[in-house]
C-alpha cells in the first residue's frame, strides 16, 4: 500500500515560514495529482494546495494563495509546501495526500493520507 510521511512542521512566528515535505514510499506518486490539507481544533479538513502530476498546474484555496507554494519532485516521491507570510490562522495538523477523485479541492477525492505535520505559528 501507499505511504505518505510528511515532515517539516513546528512552531513558528507570526511572519515567519516553513517547508513541508512530503515523501512516498512503495508507490509511484507521478500518476496523481498530490494535495495538501490542513485541519484545525474543531474544525474539518480543509483544501489548502494541490499540483497536477507533472507539475505544470497548482491550485490554491484563497487564503493561502500568494503566501503557500506547493511543487513536487516525481523521481523523488516527494511533494512540498513552501509556506510563507505565515499567520496564526494556519496552525493546523497539515496533511498530504493522493488524489483519487476528479475534485482536487474536496478531501473525498483523495485515497491516501499521511499521518500529518504540526505547525504552529504564534501571534
Known amino acids: 500500500q501507499v505511504q505518505l510521511v510528511e515532515s517539516g512542521g513546528g512552531l513558528v512566528q507570526a511572519g515567519g515560514s516553513l517547508r513541508l515535505s512530503c515523501a512516498a514510499s512503495i508507490h509511484t506518486i507521478s500518476s496523481y495529482v498530490m494535495g495538501w490539507f490542513r485541519q484545525a481544533p474543531g474544525k474539518e479538513r480543509e483544501f489548502v494546495a494541490a499540483?497536477?502530476?507533472?507539475?505544470?498546474?497548482?491550485y490554491y484555496a484563497d487564503s493561502v494563495k500568494g503566501r503557500f507554494t506547493i511543487s513536487r519532485d516525481n523521481a523523488k516521491k516527494s511533494v512540498y509546501l513552501q509556506m510563507n507570510s505565515l499567520k496564526p490562522e494556519d496552525t493546523a495538523v497539515y496533511y498530504c495526500?493522493?488524489?483519487?477523485?476528479?475534485?482536487?479541492?474536496?478531501?473525498?477525492?483523495?485515497?491516501?493520507w499521511g499521518q500529518g505535520t504540526q505547525v504552529t505559528v504564534s501571534s
Open positions: 495526500a493522493r488524489q483519487a477523485g476528479v475534485y482536487y479541492s474536496r478531501a473525498s477525492s483523495y485515497d491516501y
Open positions: 499540483i497536477s502530476s507533472t507539475g505544470g498546474s497548482t
